[in-house]
């Protein structure tokens, strides 16, 4: 009791101190830099020459999970043989956790020599002054430059100036998932429009498809709302909050005039009961575990989740002639887009601190690591797939993991700069090939939120649980859809919306976006 | 004595609600024990459920204590927990036994000064700094040191020491024992109910040690228990990162429930009648 108490009264004391921070950055700024100008003589009165052949030991952090102890980690031991370095990773399995850390440690200047962070991050630390610059150092990163691509250089800056590294461009790898046995079992196609859709999410629903003789199944399931993001698609909407262009014009999908068709669509849906009645309860992969489970016989959902050998041994045990097919979005007034997918966002980004330019040296090797691991002749295979000849085969130029390959599950926390994502898949899961396949082959609508900085006097959070709460309600008819206006007008006033709106645009049309 | 029909229903009214309160603790870790060593596919089968298992596997034990971080931090958990504690103990017991003579000089002030941190902290930076500063960062006594007193528990033995009967220390003055020997020969051993007590409250929270963890430790072969059995259930609380990251099943989860769970309630029962005992120590005298 006494403990929680005093850990709740310590937690709010940091937000109100990391809130006076990022109020205050005059204050902040002239904190750190004493500290900055005091330290350069020491370094450059040690020998450089000398030093350069010592092992240097680098402290990188990110989010992530299941790395293996240092002993036990290939990986890690490989990267520190090549780059004469001690690499130490820690990675944290929660968000909130993550962020805790990274901001004590920034704001006590125990600075991680490479830290993951989030776009929010990435702008507030930039201004205080406490990252690298990177601009003036593009030559020396230029084989990570190659790897990502020049686009992707640009999602890590910060008014006009290289801030962060970004990852490369992923692929998109949701799409809807049916039931083949018992579309088989009641005789009916594959749904090819959001009609069809609807009525065999209802037959599901109220025809037994798994013959128990108990209505105890349901159509259609998801993660939230997004269970309906082909539906949105189909009416060419974009997923509620999604900014996007249509006809020449940036245009924010609660402004979509065929956003309320949807929503009417979505109703019909719903109170025909053929939707999973938690679908807006459904946290992190229970929408996954109903689909396994043989409760719904829809699920929108990602091809790893549904593919991988430990889910497929999962659905054979629950139900042996449970077949999972991957379909295309079903068609409908708008087209067909199997949901939307921001070209603008990165699976991720690291930034270097400033106080690292002291130590030219451990900078160096910072760079030395970022290089290597984006260098396809160096260690790009090694993140990707591991040690050579242990995890991997390369016969002719095609890349085959071994039995091993279990020893090196953890690789991807070592991909600070990405990997080339359709390649590294296809090599490393073999048998899922076909459905990665279809899912990055989906039209989907391109959405830019990843473009956009949020402005200032704008709170992204509130807005978007007042955005799911009032859809919630439009699609459950508890508001009727007349006042969709009306919700839109509250969102523009007490939500400040106009702001981001306005904002959006003008950041849209500076990138050559509806202009 | 014939018990009249309201009595009896209001007897059986009390029951009723017992056995719901019993019931409403019971199930969970029923639950939890069961899922444990049910084979995944059995559970999954069954809809997610189970309460009484069918088939037994102990497979998910055997994988987390062989092939996962569990064993280490394990280790980890266990001497901080036992260093941990005796810190806490002698530290908190050299401060309360001063604190508790009525005769020491500015015993005030210094009553004053404890009762302060209760209630104000330096707050998490602060504190983060000073665990640096001292070079405590990535260490096992990052997770000892910052809390190896905690001011309430000082003031449960205070009053504890202040209840023993004075004549006790008179007798042992005249014997010509100076305060250390009073302390360690004639107060420690009355104190048992009370040293159980402070000592649980800390063993406790040292088994359940977290935060500090999170924050001042970045090697993972330092990771407390509770640490890495987060770690195995944030996994699936959170929607897909990455393509190839293995998820625990439940049955791995539950296991690793109960492998952190189990020891501290294994001891809880033995320790219980002095835990009464010492919770109502600080309240007769305050």
Redesign the interface.
């Known amino acids: 009791m006494?403990?929680s108490l005093?850990?709740l009264?310590?937690?709010t004391?940091?937000i109100v101190?990391l809130s006076a921070c990022s109020g205050g950055n005059n204050s902040k700024n002239t904190g750190t830099a004493p500290t900055n100008t005091e330290k350069p003589s020491a370094p450059a009165s040690q020998a450089p020459t000398e030093a350069s052949n010592k092992t240097i030991k680098l402290?990188i952090?990110e989010?992530?999970?299941?790395?293996?102890?240092?002993d036990k980690d290939s990986i890690k031991q490989e990267l520190d043989k090549a780059l004469n370095i001690d690499l130490?990773l820690?990675v944290?399995?929660?968000g909130d956790?993550y962020t805790?850390?990274l901001n004590?440690?920034m704001?006590?200047g125990?600075f991680p020599d490479l830290f993951m962070l989030s776009r929010q991050q990435l702008l507030q630390f930039s201004k205080q002054g406490l990252l690298l610059d990177l601009t003036p150092y593009m030559d020396q990163l230029q084989k990570t430059i190659d790897f990502i691509g020049e686009e992707t250089v640009k999602k890590g800056m910060v008014d006009g100036k290289v801030y962060a590294i970004s990852k490369s461009p992923q692929i998109p790898?949701n799409t809807y998932w049916i039931r083949k046995d018992w579309l088989d079992t009641l005789k009916l196609d594959v749904p090819k429009t959001i009609e069809e859709l609807a009525e065999v999410a209802e037959a599901f629903t109220k025809n037994d498809p798994d013959g128990n003789s108990k209505q105890d199944t349901f159509g259609l399931t998801g993660?939230k709302l997004s269970a309906f993001a082909p539906v949105f698609g189909a009416f060419g909407v974009g997923s509620p909050g999604n900014f996007y262009v249509k006809d020449g014009a940036v245009l924010n999908a609660l402004y979509d005039p065929a956003m309320k068709d949807a929503l009417a669509f979505i109703k019909q849906m719903i109170s025909s009961g053929s939707v999973d009645p938690e679908l807006l309860a459904n946290?992190?992969?229970q929408h996954q575990?109903k689909s396994?489970?043989g409760?719904a016989g829809i699920v929108h959902i990602?091809?790893?989740?549904m593919t991988?050998e430990?889910f497929v041994?999962?659905i054979k045990?629950?139900n042996p002639n449970a077949e999972w097919l991957q379909i295309e979005a079903p068609v409908g007034p708008g087209g067909q887009n199997d949901s939307s997918w921001d070209i603008g966002a990165t699976a991720g980004r690291f930034a270097i601190p400033k106080a690292i330019e002291k130590d030219p040296e451990k900078l160096q090797r910072v760079f030395d690591l970022l290089n290597y691991i984006s260098d396809p002749d160096g260690g790009s295979l090694l993140v990707q797939f591991g040690v050579k000849d242990t995890h991997f085969t390369l016969e002719d130029g095609t890349l085959k993991m071994t039995d091993k390959a279990g020893e090196v599950?953890h690789?991807?926390l070592y991909q600070f700069t990405g990997r080339p994502e359709m390649e590294y898949?296809q090599a490393?899961?073999a048998l899922q090939s076909e459905s990665i396949k279809f899912a990055n082959d989906q039209k989907r609508i391109e959405a830019l939120n990843g473009f956009i900085d949020i402005p200032e006097g704008f709170n992204a959070a509130d807005a978007d649980r007042f955005i799911e709460e009032e859809i919630a309600k439009f699609v459950y008819d508890k508001r009727p859809l007349t006042e969709y206006e009306d919700f839109l007008k509250t969102l523009e006033t007490s939500m400040n919306y106009t702001l981001l709106l306005d904002s959006a645009k003008e950041q849209l049309n500076q990138l050559g976006f509806g202009s | 004595m014939v018990k009249r029909l309201d009595d009896k229903l209001f007897d059986s009214f009390v029951y009723l609600i017992l056995i719901i309160c019993g019931l409403a603790a019971i199930l969970p870790i029923l639950y939890v024990i069961s899922v444990s060593i049910t084979p995944f596919g059995e559970v999954l089968r069954n809809g997610g459920f189970i309460l009484f298992p069918r088939e037994i596997t102990f497979t998910a034990y055997r994988t987390l204590l062989t092939e996962s971080n569990i064993p280490q931090a394990f280790k980890i958990t266990i001497w901080i927990t036992v260093i941990g504690t005796a810190v806490n103990l002698i530290l908190t017991s050299l401060m309360a036994y001063p604190l508790s003579r009525k005769n020491l000089p500015a015993r005030n002030f210094f009553l004053l000064m404890i009762v302060f941190t209760l209630l104000f902290s330096g707050g998490i930076i602060p504190t983060y700094l000073v665990v640096k500063s001292v070079g405590l960062l990535d260490s096992i006594w990052a997770m000892i040191l910052p809390n190896a007193v905690w001011s309430f528990n000082v003031l449960i033995m205070k009053s504890f020491f202040e209840g023993l009967p004075e004549e006790l220390f008179e007798s042992a003055r005249m014997d010509g024992a100076k305060e250390f020997r009073i302390l360690i020969q004639i107060v420690t051993p009355l104190s048992i109910p009370v040293l159980l007590t402070v000592g649980l409250f800390y063993l406790v929270g040292h088994w359940n040690e977290f935060f500090q963890a999170i924050f001042y430790v970045t090697d993972r072969t330092l990771f407390p228990l509770q640490v890495i059995v987060r770690e195995l259930l944030m996994q699936s609380q959170q929607p897909l990162e990455n393509a190839e990251n293995m998820m625990p099943t439940q049955t791995m989860q539950m296991a690793a429930v109960m492998i952190a769970s189990v020891p501290v309630i294994v001891i809880y029962p033995f320790l219980q009648k002095h835990f009464t005992k010492g919770m109502l120590l600080g309240s007769i005298k305050g």
């Open positions: 006494r403990k005093s850990i009264l310590s937690v004391l940091l101190m402290e952090i989010t992530g999970n299941n790395l293996p102890a240092p130490n820690t944290y399995p929660s956790d805790n850390q004590v440690r704001a006590s125990n790898y993660g946290t992190g992969l575990e396994i489970k409760q990602d091809w790893p989740n991988k430990q041994e999962q045990t629950v599950g690789s991807w898949l490393k899961f």
